[in-house]
C-alpha cells in the first residue's frame, strides 16, 4: 500500500471498524493490518488515546480460560466517526479533483501520441 494511515486517519478507521459491533484487541489488530498495514505495536496508543479521550469503552470477557478485552463506541464516538467521515468526503473530493486533472493530463499526452501515430501511418518513430 503506498498510503501510511496516521493520526486522526486512523482513529477514524479504528471508530469504523468498531462501529457495526465491538471486537477484541487481537480482532482489530488483525483486521487493521490485512486492510491498512498498521501493526499491533501502532494500533494500541490509539485505542488508549480513544477510551482516554471516551470515543471507546471496554470490556474483558472469559474465552478459553483466559479474558479477553473488547473495545466498543461510545455515544461520543460514534458522534466523532460522523464528524471523521463528513470530514473525509470533503478531503477526498479536493483529492479526487486532483487526481482528475492529472488523469486528464495523461488522458490529452496519450491521446496526443496517438493522433500522431495516426498521421504517421502507425508508425510514431518516423
Known amino acids: ?46 485505542l488508549r488515546r480513544l477510551l482516554k479521550e471516551e470515543c471507546l469503552l471496554f470490556y474483558d470477557e472469559p474465552y478459553d480460560g483466559r479474558n479477553r478485552r473488547y473495545y466498543k463506541l461510545t455515544d461520543k464516538g460514534l458522534e466523532v466517526l460522523c464528524t471523521y467521515k463528513s470530514d473525509w468526503l470533503l478531503h477526498k473530493k479536493n483529492i479526487d479533483y486532483f487526481l482528475a486533472e492529472s488523469m486528464q493530463v495523461v488522458s490529452d499526452e496519450q491521446s496526443s501520441v496517438h493522433e500522431k501515430e495516426s498521421e504517421n501511418g502507425g508508425n510514431s518513430h518516423e
Open 1 to 46: 500500500m503506498g498510503f501510511i494511515v496516521t493520526g486522526i486517519l486512523l482513529d477514524a478507521c479504528v471508530l469504523g471498524a468498531l462501529s457495526d459491533s465491538p471486537a477484541y484487541g487481537y480482532e482489530l489488530t488483525q483486521r487493521t493490518q490485512i486492510q491498512l498495514g498498521i501493526s499491533e505495536t501502532a494500533l494500541y496508543p490509539v
